[in-house]
């Protein structure tokens, strides 16, 4: 028996036991190549947070984890099961995947509550009442009870992504991925937002996080990833990557946004 | 000459009034008042109309453009996403159907089914008789039409919809079903509702199926009692009843863009 240990945080763990583990993962657009041999891994229940300039590939990452985007090449693990493999059924893994975006993306002509219903019984076959069940609890983990029967014109940018957020977690998706969540928002909105996500984090959610929230991300994150020109060139324990970044990229992209 | 640009904008405006008033007097004093009302607006005529041009021409005009463009909708719907599948042979097809009934007149799209089909294949007819041909004429007319309003309507939905359904785990054809196309027909309803004006107006070519006096549309029906009055009265009874098809529809469009903008 080997019982040797590295001591290092993040040993890439056995494979059946990762949340998201990538391998040698390329993307092409067109002769574009705008990740160039990605290794990535997350295990469950970590908070790993993404930074890097725009441009860089990190939306691109995150987008062929849940095969929004088809890897040019490279393998792409989700609980152990091979969502890159031809024959996998691409859309009952995605449902173990929650996505936040950017830009909310929440369907303009639905309640809030027939938003977090829709795909809970289209997808999942559960019952009108058990949906809805689903759905209110969902709304007040994000504090937006009082907004069940509101359009989404009729929401702020703050509530809009909160319940953006509760559309995805009604799924109960066993990890979440998060674009930007509040690059969109304005500064006094941000904070509602990252404190539903902080929740989250302390509940023991499996999440990967792309932001420019450098205080998220030493508070709240396990691992930081530091991406440009399509390759991860640092990554480690937060609070170390943002006080000593050792790469010199790195040191120039946190001297500018910190 | 110092007029400034708004006197001389005002000024034009009353030149352009006046204008107005003088040709309307000149009609009205150059018309005989008397003539006109006999050959076109005889009150005993307009009465001998009602109310079987309201219980059939209308009412058939009505079902026609109706049948017409319920299959017209369903047809352009499915050119419309054939049009934007990834298989390139359906893309083909659709756009060869498209290109066809937009660019034939819609008299020729009904010559063809009409008289041209029982001519081709005098063992066959198509099902439903008048209604039959007609629905099928307007609905491919205005299918071929109504596909590209609708793949441009679909194609407008943002992108990140499609991708937030996706996210959710709903495949894409129920993607399409539930997110896509129900906001596609709030963007298209406007253009919509004008193919279904068109449609009205482009119903009355049935006049050329040799229909039972039952099956009568308002065209058709209007011809009829022209030539049997000697009088162009019935004729305009039979406009007059076009409007009232029309203009509401003309109303809700108008209403419908005015909304849209404003919730821009
Ligand atoms: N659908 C696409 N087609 C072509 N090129 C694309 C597409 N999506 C992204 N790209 C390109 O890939 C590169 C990486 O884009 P990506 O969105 O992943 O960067 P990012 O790190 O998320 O940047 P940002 O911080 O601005 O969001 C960019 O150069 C972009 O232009
Ligand atoms: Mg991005």
């Given at each position: 028996m080997t019982t040797w240990s590295t001591g290092e945080p993040h040993v890439p763990s056995d494979r059946s036991t990762a949340a998201i583990d990538v391998q040698q993962l390329h993307k092409y657009f067109g002769s574009n190549e705008v990740l160039k041999g990605i290794d990535f891994h997350v295990g469950v229940g970590e908070v790993v947070c993404v930074i890097g300039p725009s441009g860089s590939g990190k939306s691109t990452l995150l987008r062929c984890v849940n095969m929004l985007e088809t890897p040019t090449s490279g393998k792409i693990f989700v609980e152990g099961d091979e969502i890159t493999d031809p024959d996998a059924d691409v859309d009952k893994l995605r449902s173990r995947i929650g996505m936040v975006f950017q830009s909310f993306n929440l369907f303009p002509h639905m309640t809030v509550l027939r938003n977090l219903c829709i795909a809970q019984q289209r997808v999942k076959g559960r019952s009108k009442s058990e949906s809805v069940e689903i759905a209110r609890a969902n709304l007040a983990k994000v504090g937006?009870?009082?907004?069940?029967?509101?359009?989404?014109?009729?929401?702020s940018g703050g509530q809009s992504q909160r319940v953006a957020i509760a559309r995805a977690l009604s799924m109960e998706p066993d990890m979440m991925l998060f674009d930007e969540p509040t690059s969109a928002l304005d500064p006094e909105l941000v904070g509602d937002v990252l404190q539903v996500m902080k929740d989250l984090a302390s509940e023991g959610m499996t999440m990967m996080v792309v932001t420019h929230e450098m205080g998220f991300a030493r508070e709240v994150g396990n691992k930081l990833v530091f991406m440009d020109g399509g390759v991860i060139l640092e990554e480690g324990v937060p609070a170390e990557v943002l006080a000593n970044p050792q790469h010199e990229r790195t040191q120039g992209f946190l001297s500018k946004v910190l | 000459m110092a007029l400034s640009k708004r006197k001389r904008a005002a000024y034009l405006r009353y030149a352009q009034y006046a204008l107005i008033v003088l040709v309307v007097a000149v009609i009205a004093f150059a018309a005989d008042w008397a003539s006109l009302r006999d050959s076109f607006f005889k009150p005993d005529l307009v009465r001998e109309q009602f109310p079987d041009i309201l219980k059939t021409a209308l009412k058939n005009t009505i079902i026609y453009t109706a049948c017409g463009f319920v299959f017209g909708l369903l047809l352009g719907l499915v050119l419309a996403l054939m049009r934007l599948s990834s298989i390139g042979p359906w893309r083909w097809l659709s756009t060869a159907i498209i290109e066809l009934f937009r660019g034939l007149p819609a008299l020729v799209v009904f010559l063809a089914l009409g008289p041209g089909f029982s001519r081709a294949f005098p063992d066959y007819e198509i099902p439903g008789g008048g209604l039959g041909v007609a629905t099928l004429a307007l609905g491919l007319v205005g299918g071929a039409y109504m596909a590209e309003t609708i793949r441009a309507g679909i194609q407008a939905v943002p992108k990140g919809q499609m991708e937030a359904a996706r996210s959710l785990g709903m495949s894409h054809s129920r993607a399409m079903i539930s997110i896509v196309i129900p906001q596609a027909f709030r963007i298209i309803l406007p253009p919509l509702t004008n193919e279904l004006i068109l449609l009205t107006k482009d119903s009355s070519l049935i006049y050329i199926l040799g229909l039972s006096l039952d099956e009568y549309d308002l065209t058709k029906w209007g011809r009829e009692g022209m030539n049997s009055a000697a009088n162009l009265t019935p004729i305009i009874v039979v406009g007059l009843c076009y409007l009232l098809i029309t203009v509401p529809l003309s109303i809700v469009v108008r209403r419908m863009e005015a909304k849209s903008e404003r919730a821009r």
């Open positions: 937006l009870s009082e907004k069940e029967d509101a359009y989404p014109a009729h929401l | -």
